[in-house]
């Protein structure tokens, strides 16, 4: 079995997902997703900039990394070559290897005495981004390797310096001598030396446990964390096994170390968590929070969205409403940093008409066009009332009007007309959803959006499609999902106006 940088890396942000990767049906995998690919292959073009940047002429195995074992052996012939710098190279040491070097202390004699036929056949594999030649004895001579890995992130990761730390093991063992260093390069070519002291007694116990529960096929509990598990190509599967058990974790506001609480007070099903008295449930996470569990299981359960309990129904100010309504949404390019579409639903309720306008930068350069098309826009509509879902908006023209050195008074007076109503509904009301996300929400209420895929990271993936290929259908289908998003905050915003209305006016009556 392989134990590569890659498991272990997996391993350290979801076990379950190393779990299913060794011993899971590969059939219940879903496809890699377009966004995905898209940042494996924005993470070979930063690798090439980093060494066109350091001016290395680094030299490749001629095998391929998918043959791993022909692969590590023509990376220990250009070792022992001496070359300066080797890319695309794989390092590989068997377990033996790595318990006489790595584990002595963390391997018990108990563990290998009962899964000493498992642990032989690990073979642990590495795969730095790059291998550099240093002037420091070792194996191969008057030279030594330090290990570089090159990744996307804007910050040093505790998963990355692992990683690092990882591969200085491994190539202290293939050349008998620990790395001086290993070195961690980010997105600004801003480089990192590990503290390898520090770092390879986590990374050596992070091994163990890892070979641990892979040796006693010890299935992690399925937890479905969106932000975590969104790329996962295991998603699909394990929220159906969440689903099935009807997982604590499908609940808004079960965050792990809150489920962590619940399972202490004996709380592991949704049952449990109804019968638990609140009053204990508080004593665990905080009265507002177990008020607000409690209200979000009891809405799940009869599929009908409430007040929240800590809402101010009746001395509230309603939702804003105009004549005309603007509704707001953004496409944006994290990569480039480039806003490339700024969607617009103009609703005219005196009129009873409604219009999509968008403005979209077909060239990365015209972003500023757009901005000042956009302000030219609203201009048009001053006491109109600008809705959106989330602070992206926000943020979005902050940093455009710095960028393009929009009026401060222009700034502040766009800035004065929007209405985030994410705010609104978290603040307000409680909807029988697995999550708070603008889709999620819609889809609750019978919107549905016309393109099925669509999704703010395919559209990212589609513009970059199009910045290729300019093939004028994957506009289309960027146009369609950002005037669908905007269409679904108009939605949502007439329905929260009509709910909240009603649910006042039964306080009301219920009150005299």
């Not at 690990?122 to 420091?136: C, E, G, V």
């Not at 008295?277 to 799940?300: N, S, W």
């Not at 105009?322 to 480039?336: H, K, M, N």
């Not at 639903?345 to 350069?365: C, G, P, Q, S, W």
């Amino acid at each position: 079995m392989l134990i590569s940088d890659h498991l272990l890396l997996n391993y350290k942000r979801c076990n379950r997902r190393t779990f299913l990767e060794v011993f899971g049906n590969q059939s219940d995998r879903d496809l890699e997703k377009d966004f995905l690919v898209k940042l494996k292959r924005e993470n070979q073009t930063h690798i090439r900039n980093v060494i066109e940047s350091q001016s290395l002429e680094p030299i490749q195995p001629q095998a391929s990394r998918r043959d791993w074992q022909l692969n590590a052996m023509q990376t220990f012939e250009l070792m022992q070559q001496g070359v300066d710098c080797i890319i695309r190279g794989t390092l590989q040491v068997d377990f033996a290897q790595w318990r006489s070097h790595a584990g002595e202390n963390i391997f018990t004699s108990e563990m290998f005495a009962k899964q000493a036929s498992f642990l032989e056949q690990i073979t642990f594999t590495a795969a730095p981004s790059l291998l550099i030649k240093q002037a420091r004895k070792s194996i191969f001579g008057d030279w030594e390797y330090i290990p570089v890995n090159i990744k996307l992130g804007r910050k040093p990761k505790p998963e990355y310096k692992l990683i690092s730390a990882f591969h200085a093991q491994i190539l202290a063992i293939v050349q008998n001598k620990l790395p001086e260093r290993s070195r961690l390069i980010l997105k600004e070519h801003n480089a990192h030396h590990i503290n390898l002291t520090h770092w390879l007694f986590k990374m050596q116990e992070t091994v163990a446990e890892c070979l641990y529960m892979l040796a006693n096929k010890n299935e992690p509990e399925v937890f479905i964390s969106r932000q975590r598990c969104s790329l996962c190509s295991w998603y699909g599967f394990c929220h159906q096994v969440a689903k099935s058990s009807q997982h604590l974790s499908l609940i808004p506001g079960v965050t792990p170390k809150r489920y962590e609480y619940l399972q202490a007070l004996g709380i592991d099903t949704v049952e449990t968590l109804v019968d638990v008295p609140q009053d204990i449930l508080a004593e665990a996470i905080g009265f507002d929070t177990a008020r607000q569990l409690k209200q979000q299981v009891q809405a799940i359960q009869t599929d009908r969205p409430t007040i929240r309990s800590n809402f101010d129904l009746i001395n509230t100010q309603p939702i804003p409403s105009g004549a005309i309504e603007l509704y707001f949404d953004i496409e944006a390019e994290p990569e480039r940093q480039t806003d490339y579409l700024l969607g617009v639903l103009l609703v005219d309720r005196y009129n009873n008409t409604e219009k999509f306008h968008a403005f979209l930068a077909e060239k990365i350069e015209d972003e500023g066009k757009i901005w000042q098309e956009f302000l030219d826009f609203i201009a048009l509509y001053p006491d109109a009332p600008i809705f959106h879902y989330s602070e992206y908006e926000a943020d979005t023209i902050k940093r455009l009007a710095k960028l393009y050195d929009t009026p401060r008074e222009q700034k502040k007076e766009v800035l004065s007309r929007l209405v985030d109503l994410h705010f609104w509904v978290t603040q307000a009301v409680i909807f029988p959803v697995e999550s708070y996300s603008l889709k999620a929400i819609a889809n609750w209420m019978g919107f549905y959006w016309r393109e099925t895929s669509g999704s703010g990271d395919q559209s990212v993936c589609w513009y970059d499609q199009w910045l290729a290929t300019q093939d004028r259908t994957l506009l289309e289908l960027i146009l369609s999902y950002n005037e669908d998003d905007c269409r679904a905050t108009r939605h949502l915003k007439d329905w929260l106006l009509d709910f909240m209305e009603y649910q006042r006016n039964q306080l009301v009556v219920n009150c005299s």
